[in-house]
């Protein structure tokens, strides 16, 4: 069964910087395409960023292009979320999984709060 940890959350003023982490365990990591989900309260988790199983970015959600960067260490079982420039509206719980499709259970999640 597939696990998650996610860690690297925490309290940033707006354009800070954070750095998230997550460690998979129970599946093949290097054949798995990952992804990282955020939600905020009483919205739905939405996407925010993609990493095929060879580290091609599939996909950075709109709002966070320019800002944000997926990657991943096969060796180390790890897939990172580098956030720059950070805006109050990144405030939200951070999630690692599956990509869409695949998704499995999710993990604790790490909380992300921008503020001054």
């Known amino acids: 069964q597939v696990q998650l940890v996610e860690s690297g959350g925490g309290l940033v003023q707006p354009g800070g910087s954070l750095r998230l982490s997550c460690t998979v365990s129970g599946t093949t990591f290097s054949t798995e395409s990952m992804a990282w989900y955020r939600q905020t309260p009483g919205k739905v988790r939405i996407l925010v960023a993609t990493?095929?199983?060879?580290?091609?970015?599939?996909y950075i959600e709109d709002s966070t292009k320019g800002r944000f960067t997926i990657s991943r260490d096969n060796a180390e079982h790890t897939v990172t979320l580098q956030m720059n420039n950070l805006k109050p509206e990144d405030t939200a719980i951070y999630y690692c999984n599956l990509i869409p499709g695949r998704i499995t259970r999710w993990g604790q999640g790490t909380q992300v709060t921008v503020s001054s």
């Open positions: 990493i095929t199983a060879t580290g091609d970015t599939n």
